[in-house]
């Protein structure tokens, strides 16, 4: 049986008062239950704080992007060695934001993947389609793509050690969730490709779904074989949101 893993992506929200609410909040509500983890990943400048606030608790902590660079000349990037020397465990790469917004290749997400690993983390590979191209029948190829660019440039052993997050971009930030049926159709397409490369990693990987998840449809969602966590944006913004969702993964 895989783990599940609640992550929250806070993305661009936050503030150290507030931040320190949401988190201790978060601490005091974690049910009772097995087999589940939870994760926060706060903006660069409050990873420390969070990071100290949460450290001895069941909250794990992680960043939502990183330099594929090691250091050196790039100003405004952060370097994989600092988000783990400031008590990170995970780095979310190829979000769908940073692709489209920042122009992120898939290769240059690769890069990032390996980095990540590098330095001893664990990285969450978020891949997804956009509504044009699941209209155009094409998402288990655009998927596809953005999967190979890693498993070509990491290998499939490095998913031993990596977590995968299956956004459908029309889901993010639209109240539009998927389906826990059409969720589990790309999670299994996801871990088939894994079963025709390494029957080990694919019964072991965990595949997250990210895309409106809440309280209110976590449990459907959960319920499914492959789907093995969330990753999630408003609703991790508030303890309660975001404990009613581990309140579903504790009783999964
Ligand atoms: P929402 O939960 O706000 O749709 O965001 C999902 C997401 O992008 C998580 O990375």
């Not at 974690?30 to 409050?46: A, D, I, Q, W």
């Not at 190979?148 to 930030?173: N, Q, R, T």
């Not at 826990?180 to 029957?199: C, K, S, T, V, W």
Request: proline share 4%; charged share 15%; with cysteine.
């Amino acid at each position: 049986m895989r783990d599940i893993l609640v992550a929250g992506n806070w993305k661009m929200n936050g503030s150290s008062t507030a931040n320190a609410e949401l988190v201790s909040g978060i601490i005091a509500g974690v049910p009772e239950g097995r087999g589940f983890s939870l994760l926060v990943c706060p903006p660069f400048p409050y990873l420390a704080s969070v990071a100290a606030q949460a450290a001895g608790s069941a909250v794990s902590v992680g960043a939502q992007n990183v330099s594929e660079h090691q250091k050196g000349a790039f100003t405004g990037e952060v370097a994989p060695s600092m988000l783990s020397d400031v008590g990170c465990e995970y780095v979310i790469v190829g979000h769908s934001e940073r692709r489209s917004l920042y122009g992120e290749s898939s290769a240059q997400v690769a890069a990032k993947f390996q980095a990540t690993q590098a330095a001893g983390m664990t990285p969450i590979l978020c891949v997804g389609e956009t509504l044009e191209e699941r209209e155009a029948g094409t998402t288990e190829k655009v998927i596809d793509e953005q999967l190979d660019a890693v498993l070509d440039a990491a290998g499939v052993a490095a998913f031993g050690a990596a977590v995968i997050a299956y956004e459908p971009v029309w889901a993010i930030g639209t109240g539009v969730t998927a389906t826990p049926e059409q969720a589990q159709d790309m999670h299994r397409h996801i871990r088939g490709r894994f079963e025709a490369l390494n029957a080990d990693i694919a019964a072991s990987v965990q595949i997250l779904y990210g895309g409106s998840m809440k309280g209110e449809n976590a449990a459907g969602l959960l319920a499914k074989p492959d789907i093995d966590g969330g990753l999630i944006g408003g609703a991790s913004l508030k303890a309660q949101d975001f404990l009613a969702i581990a309140q579903a993964a504790a009783q999964n």
